[in-house]
T-cell receptor, first 113, second 112 residues
């Protein structure tokens, strides 16, 4: 079945460090791919998305490129801030008509000053 | 404010009881999705409604049920509650399938 695998956390970085959170997927058809962020005590917020191969999603300095050949959608940011500390979820929505999201297990990011 | 409203924010109840969680979707969104977030299972899709009709069902227990009303708000009913049902329950809405979702802030259910 369809699934998403994220790198295990927690990831601890110093402020201004480069961030990569790996995400790979297994899906039939041509899924849409998403990154969501969850700050402590809050719901999930859409960070960025890509709907077809080679698309790059970007928002707030975060980027991810839909790589069909490697079935990956890695999240990157050039310089993290303390305020980026949160849990990051990679997700896919299959091309079926249901629209449900399938999530990875989440990766906790902690940024230290 | 994401536009998706969930009530209550917190709920503490005893085993064997029944609770109802409520979700009002973002204005104009016809689809409502329910997810359960627990430490051991992560984020699990429970069920989807589209314009009042059930569209997809995921890992939803038989003790759980949901519905979407004509005004598009949705309710998730959890009955015969067990300790393992303690989790965060999120509602999300979307205007079209596959377009991404707007999540509510969740209802934290604690079963004691």
């Amino acid at each position: 079945g369809d699934s998403v695998t994220q790198m295990e956390g927690p990831v601890t970085l110093s402020e201004e460090a480069f961030l990569t959170i790996n995400c790979t997927y297994t899906a039939t058809g041509y899924p849409s791919l998403f990154w969501y962020v969850q700050y402590p005590g809050e719901g999930l917020q859409l960070l960025l998305k890509a709907t077809k191969a080679d698309d790059k999603g970007s928002n707030k300095g975060f980027e991810a490129t839909y790589r069909k050949e490697t079935t990956s959608f890695h999240l990157e940011k050039g310089s993290v801030q303390v305020s980026d500390s949160a849990v990051y979820f990679c997700a896919l929505s299959t091309s079926s008509n249901t629209g449900k999201l399938i999530f990875g297990q989440g990766t906790t990011l902690q940024v230290k000053p | 404010d994401s536009g998706v409203t969930q009530t209550p924010k917190h709920l503490i109840t005893a085993t064997g009881q029944r609770v109802t969680l409520r979700c009002s979707p973002r204005s104009g969104d016809l689809s409502v999705y329910w997810y359960q977030q627990s430490l051991d299972q992560g984020l699990q899709f429970l069920i989807q409604y589209y314009n009042g009709e059930e569209r997809a069902k995921g890992n939803i227990l038989e003790r759980f049920s949901a519905q979407q009303f004509p005004d598009l708000h949705s309710e998730l009913n959890l009955s015969s509650l067990e300790l393992g049902d303690s989790a965060l329950y999120f509602c999300a809405s979307s205007a079209e399938t596959g377009a991404g979702y707007t999540f509510g802030s969740g209802t934290r259910l604690t079963v004691v």
